[in-house]
C-alpha cells in the first residue's frame, strides 16, 4: 500500500514520469465505426461536454469530454489514479477521510461521454430545446456514471 503513494508522490525518476497503469491514458484502436451507428460530430460533442460539465458544476468535476472508450454506456466516471487514491484513503486517519475523499474525489473526476450512444445524441438537441429536463438527464447520467465507477 505504501509503495503506491510514494510512486504517487515521487512522479519521476531518473528523468522518466512513473504513473499507474490506469493514468497511462491508453487510447482504444482505431477500428472502423460499426455500421449504422451514428456519432455526435467533434464541434457538438465538444460543445455539449462544455455545457454538461457547465450543468454539473465545476466543482463537482475536472474536465468532462467526449470519448470512445466506453460502449454500452452513455458515460462513465474515471479518477485518476484511483488505487492509489483509495490506499492514500485508507491510510489517512479517521477524523480526515470524508475531508480527504470529497477533497481528492471532487479534484480528480473525469466524465466521459459516449458519443455514440443515443441518450447523449438526444441530449445534444434537447439541450437547446428543453434546458431544464436537459439539466435533470445531466445530473441523473453523472449519478449513474458515479455509482458505476470502480
Given at each position: 500500500k505504501?509503495d503506491?503513494?510514494v510512486?504517487y508522490?515521487?512522479?519521476?525518476?531518473?528523468?522518466?514520469?512513473?504513473?499507474?497503469?490506469?493514468?497511462?491514458?491508453?487510447?482504444?484502436?482505431?477500428?472502423?465505426?460499426k455500421?449504422g451507428?451514428?456519432k455526435l460530430?467533434?464541434?457538438?460533442g465538444?460543445?455539449?461536454a462544455?455545457?454538461?460539465r457547465d450543468?454539473?458544476?465545476?466543482?463537482?468535476?475536472k474536465e468532462v469530454?467526449?470519448?470512445d472508450?466506453?460502449h454500452?454506456?452513455p458515460?462513465?466516471v474515471?479518477?485518476e489514479?484511483?488505487t492509489?487514491?483509495?490506499r492514500?484513503?485508507?491510510?489517512a486517519?479517521?477524523?480526515?477521510?470524508?475531508?480527504?475523499?470529497?477533497y481528492?474525489?471532487?479534484?480528480?473526476?473525469v466524465?466521459?461521454?459516449?458519443?455514440s450512444?443515443?441518450?447523449?445524441r438526444?441530449?445534444?438537441?434537447l439541450?437547446e430545446s428543453?434546458?431544464?429536463?436537459a439539466?435533470?438527464?445531466?445530473a441523473?447520467?453523472?449519478?449513474?456514471?458515479?455509482?458505476?465507477?470502480?
Amino acid at each position: 500500500k505504501e509503495d503506491e503513494v510514494v510512486l504517487y508522490k515521487l512522479e519521476n525518476y531518473k528523468d522518466r514520469k512513473l504513473c499507474t497503469a490506469e493514468a497511462a491514458n491508453v487510447k482504444p484502436s482505431d477500428k472502423a465505426a460499426k455500421p449504422g451507428v451514428e456519432k455526435l460530430e467533434k464541434q457538438e460533442g465538444n460543445k455539449l461536454a462544455s455545457w454538461f460539465r457547465d450543468s454539473l458544476g465545476r466543482e463537482n468535476v475536472k474536465e468532462v469530454k467526449m470519448s470512445d472508450r466506453q460502449h454500452s454506456q452513455p458515460a462513465v466516471v474515471t479518477v485518476e489514479n484511483l488505487t492509489t487514491l483509495r490506499r492514500y484513503l485508507e491510510m489517512a486517519p479517521p477524523e480526515q477521510k470524508e475531508a480527504s475523499y470529497k477533497y481528492l474525489l471532487n479534484n480528480n473526476v473525469v466524465l466521459e461521454l459516449n458519443p455514440s450512444h443515443p441518450i447523449i445524441r438526444q441530449l445534444s438537441s434537447l439541450k437547446e430545446s428543453n434546458p431544464e429536463v436537459a439539466g435533470l438527464v445531466a445530473a441523473q447520467l453523472f449519478d449513474n456514471a458515479l455509482m458505476n465507477a470502480d
